[in-house]
């Protein structure tokens, strides 16, 4: 299967600074990405969709100036969590599609921890 | 976010057993569904994917789905115990956009 990457693994950062989070697809050109965060023992909750050289389409309750998606090239999306708090700690994925291919592949996640 | 309800679990079969999965979604114009597993700390897999009315099968696994009720299941057979893990119902109504149930814990007993 297709492989997405996801960097880094974990990151532990203070209160108030930002964290860039990123995804690269290595084997396809993802059109689309898929932004997740997941609590402990809960669901992935999407936060937002990326398309390719526009802008991330933010789910309802998602800060956009917070959470800042950027998709500038086919394999590439970044997600950076600005000036982050502790309730921002939480486990974040993304995924990735192939053109209108509905399989989604996943990255292995990011754990972040903010004190 | 759309519903996507499954029965979080425990969920405890013996080995060898058939271990049921049940989802339930809220939105009729949903149009894929999928199921993933998650083993701890790790992201999801995908296992299976079904569009159409009727069962789908792949090797032990089974995926129903039944669009009139808004029911989609997945049938593990001759359950192992690396099967134990979580599984994630997904739903998607555009195409472009995914929402996940909460997941089914799955213990095999050896």
């Known amino acids: 299967g297709a492989v997405v990457s996801q960097h880094p693994s974990w990151v532990i950062c203070k209160s108030g600074t930002s964290v860039k989070i990123e995804c690269r697809s290595l084997d396809f050109q993802a059109t689309t990405m898929f932004w997740y965060r997941q609590f402990p023992k809960q669901s992935l909750m999407l936060m937002a969709t990326s398309n390719e050289g526009s802008k991330a389409t933010y789910e309802q309750g998602v800060e956009k100036d917070k959470f800042l998606i950027n998709h500038a090239s086919l394999t590439l999306s970044t997600l950076t969590v600005t000036s982050a708090h502790p309730e921002d700690s939480s486990f974040y994925i993304c995924?990735?599609?192939?053109?209108?291919?509905?399989?989604?592949?996943f990255g292995s996640g990011t754990q972040l921890s903010v004190l | 976010q759309k519903e996507v309800e499954q029965n979080s679990g425990p969920l405890s079969v013996p080995e060898g057993a058939i271990a049921s999965l049940n989802c339930t979604y809220s939105d009729r114009g949903s149009q894929s569904f999928f199921w993933y597993r998650q083993y701890s700390g790790k992201s999801p897999e995908l296992i299976m994917f079904?569009?159409?009315?009727g069962d789908k099968e792949d090797g032990r696994f089974t995926a129903q789905l039944n669009k009139a009720s808004q029911y989609v299941s997945l049938l593990i057979r001759d359950s192992q115990p690396s099967d134990s893990a979580t599984y994630l119902c997904a739903v998607s109504v555009t195409g472009n956009q995914f929402y996940f149930g909460t997941g089914t814990s799955l213990t095999v007993i050896p």
């Open positions: 079904i569009y159409s009315n």
């Open positions: 995924s990735a599609r192939e053109g209108l291919n509905e399989k989604l592949f």
